[in-house]
């Protein structure tokens, strides 16, 4: 880390949706942020579906961090879907990064249950499904146990508009093989031992967050967003960049410490 400066922060969006609104957050108090449009999504929805997995998304995170923050290492957040992408970041890359912040991320295909729905459906269905819910986004939201009221609305067009059913089902396929491999919780367990870890859940849905009893103990602490759900940075994005904000600052103390 640069003497007197703040370790920069990545943010990797989940399976549906975009982490930039947290980028003009006041919580994080200057510290250096980016929240790369992931291959399929934003600015890189032209990607064709073929050229999506995991892995892919990897690499791009690293050509995107080099370009914004040189050899600097970085904080990783990573939100559901995209918490596998953090996970297999510092597992390829660990020099690169201080800490990972898993906001309810993938330890197990049970995690990835919508992701299993969305892979093994016919493409047409999946084109239908997001195409319903771009139309009626109050339909995604109550179905993901919230109120459609009107600020959530916004950002849920947003989040579905930002990307294609093709790269939906893409990443959806990709999570679905990595969670399933026999091999994953080792790969995990791998990353636990050398990477400092906070565990980040919503209070509503952090009983159905599969987090093994070996990431408990081995994780730098489970901090809970009050009477939130999955979906904590739609609900309350304040709430959420302050509580992550203080994480953050925790994880460059125990660094700094060791």
């Known amino acids: 880390m640069h003497t007197g400066e703040q370790t920069p922060v990545v943010f990797i969006n989940g399976l549906i949706g975009t982490l ?6 006041q919580a994080f108090s200057g510290r250096p942020m980016a929240a790369p449009d992931l291959l399929g999504y934003g600015c890189e929805a032209g990607r064709q579906a073929s050229a999506i997995d995991i892995a892919a998304q990897v690499e791009h995170i690293e050509q995107a961090i080099a370009q914004r923050f040189g050899e600097r290492k970085v904080h990783l957040v990573g939100h559901s879907v995209g918490g596998v992408v ?4 510092a597992l390829r890359y660990p020099d690169r990064v201080v800490g990972l912040v898993s906001v309810e991320g993938n330890f197990s295909l049970k995690d990835a249950f919508w992701s299993s729905s969305v892979a093994h459906a016919p493409a047409q269905e999946v ?3 997001l195409a319903g819910y771009r139309a009626q986004p109050h ?7 919230l109120a459609p009221e009107a600020p959530l609305l916004e950002r849920a067009q947003e989040w579905l508009a930002h990307q294609s059913a093709g790269t939906l089902q893409a990443m959806a396929q990709s999570v679905v093989a990595i969670t399933g491999a ?7 367990q791998r990353l636990f031992e050398r990477t ?3 565990l980040l ?9 599969d987090i093994p009893a070996w990431a408990r103990s081995a994780s730098h602490g ?3 967003m009050p009477d939130t759900g999955h979906l904590m940075m739609l609900e309350d994005p304040a709430g959420f960049a302050q509580r992550l904000a203080a994480i953050l600052v925790e994880l460059d103390q125990q660094t700094a410490r060791a």
């Open 20 to 25: 930039k609104s947290q980028l003009g957050e």
């Open 86 to 89: 953090a996970y297999l970041f």
């Open 127 to 129: 084109a239908d499904m």
């Open 139 to 145: 339909t995604w939201l109550t179905r993901a146990g």
């Open 182 to 188: 026999p091999d994953y919780p080792e790969q995990l």
């Open 196 to 198: 400092p870890v906070h």
């Open 201 to 209: 859940a919503g209070e509503r849905s952090v009983s159905g967050w």
């Open 222 to 224: 489970l901090t809970l």
